[in-house]
């Protein structure tokens, strides 16, 4: 009985077809990695053709995968992507937003054109998007939308104001959107990951506010993981780690309790920020070493 559960679990996914933006690194790739496993046809969205163009031929051997550089930004090109789409496959079953953009600091410090881009890429892009994959899904009887979020859309966080904002803006599109399209059986979801040890955080981590390490870090694999979860309908939100999703929703409910917690937080995640930074170091320390020796 287990066993012809977990086959069912394995081929959830097969001959369907998941659409990743963002798709040519990080999150994205693994996402990729992990619906290819699972036996879908791939659709893979990314601005870099060089990055996007290797993770396609990684994966073509196991699926079918098209590939299409595009801009978020630019709105126009999503609909003639999605007939292009319907062309190859013959539908559209999965949409994972993944891309995001991030100018850290304060706000303050952020210039207009970076909120703006933010704004852009992290809420308007995806809620476009998933409106615009919408009917092709009810064509299908079903089908679901997984967005990317963060622990920082479900608590403020300093240093990060533009970008959580997006983020929250982005859960709570996520969960009315989900009500409005229950009754056509399209499930829709957020995975709201805390730090993740990929570039997009490690390749600017003194940029980074101390207080986002107090966070156990998380592998792209396992936002990845969490997205299949969504996308199977199991999880309307996966926070990652767990401990993060229940502190921030006790310090939301409570914010007195939020204030008087973030000295404590900004300690832990300033020594763990230092053992991350080491481990870097020696990263390319062995590269370099590695690389002399070749």
């Not at 809620?127 to 089908?143: C, D, E, T």
């Not at 240093?159 to 009315?176: C, H, M, N, P, V």
């Not at 502190?247 to 404590?264: E, G, Q, V």
């Amino acid at each position: 009985m287990q066993q012809a559960q977990e086959t069912a679990a394995s081929d959830s996914m097969k001959d369907k077809t998941v659409l990743i933006t963002g798709a040519s690194a990080g999150v994205g790739a693994e996402a990729a990695r992990v619906f290819a496993a699972q036996g879908a046809n791939l659709v893979l969205i990314a601005r870099g053709q060089q990055a996007l163009d290797e993770i396609t031929q990684e994966l073509s051997a196991q699926v079918k995968v098209m590939s299409q550089t595009l801009d978020v930004n630019d709105l126009s090109q999503f609909e003639p992507l999605l007939e292009s789409v319907m062309q190859e496959f013959g539908r559209i079953d999965v949409l994972v937003n993944n891309a995001g953009y991030h100018q850290r600091g304060d706000a303050i410090g952020i210039a207009p054109e970076d909120i703006a881009q933010m704004v852009d890429v992290n809420l308007r892009a995806p809620l476009v998007f998933s409106r615009q994959v919408i009917p092709y899904m009810k064509a299908n009887g079903g089908g679901a939308i997984v967005n990317i979020g963060s622990l920082a859309g479900r608590m403020p966080l300093q240093g990060g104001a533009a970008y959580g904002a997006t983020k929250a803006g982005l859960r709570s599109f996520t969960y009315a959107l989900g009500d409005e399209l229950k009754p056509f059986n399209i499930h829709v979801g957020v995975v709201s990951p805390g730090p993740i040890d990929t570039g997009f955080i490690m390749s600017n981590i003194d940029q980074v506010e101390d207080i986002v390490f107090s966070q156990e870090m998380s592998s792209a694999r396992q936002v990845a993981d969490a997205a299949l979860t969504v996308a199977q309908g199991k999880e309307r939100e996966v926070c990652l780690p767990a401990s993060g999703g229940l502190l921030t929703t006790i310090s939301y409910l409570f914010p007195w309790l939020r204030t008087k917690l973030r000295p404590a937080m900004y300690r832990k995640g300033a020594k763990l920020k230092a053992k991350y930074k080491a481990r870097n170091l020696a990263l390319k320390q062995a590269l370099k070493q590695a690389n002399k020796q070749a």
